[in-house]
C-alpha cells in the first residue's frame, strides 16, 4: 500500500557495514539491497548534488574512499546520512533508496560515463573539479568541452 510520500515498500532492517563502507537494507517486499556508501554520497537526494532543477545535477569525482559516519532517523519516511567528507544535507526517503537500489546498476553505470565524458576520476587524488560553463546560455552548445 502506497503512503501520502509515494512509499510502497517499507524497511524491514537496515544493517551499516562500516567496514565494507556499504549500507544494506531488507524491504518488506524481500528485496534486499547493498548500496556502497560512494554511490549514496554520489547520488544524494540533496540539492548540493541534484541541483534546483532538470539538468543541473552535479558530477561529484573523488569520493572512492569515502565512508557513512552516521545514520539517523527522519520521521518515519527516510534517513539522513553523514559522510567522512562532511556531506550531510541529503534526505534518502524509502522510495528513493529502493528505488536506487532497484536500479544500480544503470544508475552507476550513467556515473561512470559521466566521470569518464567530463575527465573525471572516481580517485580522491586524482580528481578534478568539473570545468566551469562560461559560455553563457546554459550548457548544450558543445563549445565548452563537456559534451
Known amino acids: 500500500m502506497t503512503d501520502a510520500l509515494g512509499t510502497e515498500h517499507w524497511p524491514v ?3 551499516h557495514k562500516q567496514s ?3 549500507l ?8 534486499t539491497y547493498r548500496y556502497p556508501a560512494e554511490l549514496l554520497r554520489v547520488e544524494s537526494p540533496s ?13 561529484v569525482p573523488g569520493r572512492r574512499e569515502v565512508g557513512i559516519m552516521k545514520i539517523e ?13 562532511m556531506h550531510d544535507t541529503g534526505i534518502y526517503s524509502w522510495r528513493y533508496l529502493y528505488e536506487l537500489g532497484r536500479d544500480q546498476d544503470r544508475i552507476w553505470q550513467g556515473y561512470l560515463d559521466a ?12 580528481a578534478k573539479a ?12 558543445g563549445s565548452c568541452g563537456c559534451h
Open 47 to 59: 540539492a548540493e548534488v541534484q541541483g534546483h532543477g532538470p539538468g543541473q545535477k552535479t558530477i
Open 115 to 126: 566521470l569518464k565524458e567530463h575527465g573525471l576520476s572516481r580517485d580522491p587524488r586524482a
Open 24 to 31: 544494506e537494507i531488507a524491504f518488506d517486499d524481500g528485496a
Open 13 to 15: 532492517e537496515i544493517r
Open 130 to 141: 568539473p570545468k566551469p560553463h562560461n559560455h553563457g546560455g546554459g550548457c548544450g552548445s
Open 20 to 22: 565494507e563502507k556499504l
Open 73 to 85: 532517523p527522519v520521521g518515519h519516511y527516510a534517513i539522513r546520512i553523514e559522510f567522512d567528507d
